[in-house]
């Protein structure tokens, strides 16, 4: 079960990162403003919910394994020692 847990995790937190590096071509926004389309700024919207969402999922998954771990062993997960692990 804490495997399944763990790769959901690790696969909000591969979006997450996908997430930001998709924003990436909007810093060549700044060259050209008059470019900028509805289009545009509906997929940036998206893209900043998506963001939001999965990075969240990514942080609070951590401390929901742990919890559920700490509740089953009595112990926090050996393995998510940081925040960043997976």
Known sequence: MFGILRFIRGFC???FAMQIIGL???LSWL????AITGYM????FIKII???IF????????KGINYL???KHGTPHPSLTT???L
Do not use: T
């Open 13 to 15: 937190g591969f979006i």
């Open 24 to 26: 990436l071509p909007v």
């Open 31 to 34: 060259q050209q403003p008059s």
């Open 41 to 44: 700024l509906a997929i940036l």
């Open 50 to 52: 998506a963001l939001m």
């Open 55 to 62: 990075g969240a999922a990514f942080i609070y998954g951590r």
């Open 69 to 71: 771990y700490n509740k």
């Open 83 to 85: 925040k960043w692990s």
